[in-house]
């Protein structure tokens, strides 16, 4: 399958010691045993499992994946969505404009040794330099992964809607759109409201009634919500 998007360089910084490699067919074996290594001890419904055919296709085409390296090793991999299968429609939660491209951050994995060094930060700023300045970018997150929804407001996504999703399993849908500041570092307003990441019916309450998640709250659990205002209404 031939590629019709140019490859952007592999340069978010990492800590000291690691280094990119986008990754070929060549080190499919090696991302699937890091994806299985990665999820050890978490529930399925909380991050989905992905056969290894998935990893191939994306491998071949799909997508592109990055894998971060400490020597031989490969310690953190993750994943960019182009061509998407029926069960990764973010809709009608959330749904994208037709005339724009649309990605999807289809997934990470860091060796339980590696974590909280800001690797998961790092694939996500770095898959939205991977998806090109026009594209629609959003992300799924369990809302019992309290590190993925933090890590997609910090990136400057926000929290659109929750919708079941992948065999039923409740996800946000965090939206980052071209041409709209980030809202994650937005300083907080007086009429912003806070709900907890498991009020599944109060969020999906205000989210219909055009509220966001822009920002992590106050505690673990916590979100930030704001009343953003449509941008056809914006002045
Ligand atoms: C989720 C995962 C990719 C995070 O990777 P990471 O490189 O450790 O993440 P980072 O270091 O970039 O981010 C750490 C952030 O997450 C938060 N975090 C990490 N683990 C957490 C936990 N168990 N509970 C709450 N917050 C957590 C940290 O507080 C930090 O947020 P802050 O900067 O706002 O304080 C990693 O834990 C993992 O591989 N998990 C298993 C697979 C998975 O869940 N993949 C993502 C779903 S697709």
Known sequence: MSRTVDLVDLDVPLPPGLRW?????????QVCALHLASLEGIAASVVRREEPDFFAATLLGRGELAGVFHGPDMIAYTVLLRTMAVYDDPSPEWTPDPSMPLVKLAGSGVLQAWRGLGLQKAF????VRMAGPQAQVFGTASPANQASWRNLLSGGFTLRAIKHMYGGSPRFIGVRL????????????????ELDCFDTEGQQHLMRQGWQGVAVGAGPNRIRYRRVQPPEATP
């Open 21 to 29: 490699q986008r990754l070929t067919i060549a080190d499919h074996q």
């Open 124 to 127: 996500i700023a770095q898959r």
């Open 178 to 193: 071209p041409h709209q500041p980030p809202a994650g570092g937005a300083e907080p307003s007086a009429t912003d409201v």
